[in-house]
């Protein structure tokens, strides 16, 4: 009985973890770099990133297009996406 109450608790607790919050690193008016944690799933990552850049490309009239990816040391992915 008490080993599950205390997995009951462990899962619990593993659904309260916040998705992942996409950061603007760079911005110079034609192109964005956009940093998010490659913890959880890729795809919502990549859909999160996508979002935060095309805010930051229409402030400036312009839609975000991905160009690349490259992975920093601390396992967060670093999005590169042109201002079109």
């Known amino acids: 009985m008490h080993n599950t109450l205390i997995i009951a608790a462990i899962l619990l607790l593993a659904g309260c973890i916040p998705p992942p919050q996409p950061v603007v690193s760079d911005f110079n008016g034609d192109s964005v770099k956009i940093q998010i944690t490659s913890y ?4 919502d990552a990549k859909t999160l990133s996508q979002a935060e850049a095309n805010r930051i490309c229409a402030k400036r009239g312009r839609r975000a297009e991905y160009a690349s990816t490259r992975t920093l ?3 967060t992915l670093e999005n590169l996406y042109l201002c079109l």
């Open 73 to 75: 040391p601390d396992y």
């Open 40 to 43: 959880g799933d890729p795809a």
